[in-house]
């Protein structure tokens, strides 16, 4: 039996529209256990990923050089962005810090993100960490079957490209 994802929208801003993707007809998103998840574990590091996910959907907009690249398989990224100073800051003990939390996903544009999930990092590449290589995995093989499904036209561009379009039942194999 083929694994398979469909899509759903998490959240919308003024400059980006969030969606994220159940597996196997779960109903909680890959996003959702994400907040579930480190909101009991790492709180704080999460809240300053959705400071980011807020910021990026008012104010910038998904613009590249706001996501780390995390490319293995295909064009998937990650939050939060490289560099401790970049506003809004975590912070840890009174000094700003590195924020180790990776939450993946994929930037379709300056509008459209897709978010997966992620972990606490805790080596220098995500394929040598045993926190995050199975999220970053799972996200660069959905990023992959999401271009697939572009391509493909399963998924497509509203018409000025500020939003997709997608058959609600769509259920996309990766």
Known sequence: MNNFVQIKKVAQYDKVS?????IN??????FEQFIAT???NNKEKLNHILAWLQEIGIKYGAQTYLFRPEAYLSDTSALPPTGKDKEPTYIENGETESNNLRLYCFRLNENVVVLYS??????????????????????NKLTRALENSIKENEVYWNEDCTDIIFD????IAY
Not at 118 to 126: I, P, R, V
């Open 18 to 22: 969030y969606y994220s993707v159940t």
């Open 38 to 40: 480190h909101t009991a």
């Open 168 to 171: 609600s039942d769509l259920e």
């Open 118 to 139: 992620g972990d606490l990092k805790t080596a220098d590449k995500a394929q040598d960490c045993i926190n995050v290589k199975s999220h970053f995995l799972l996200a």
């Open 25 to 30: 007809s779960e109903t909680t998103s890959l």
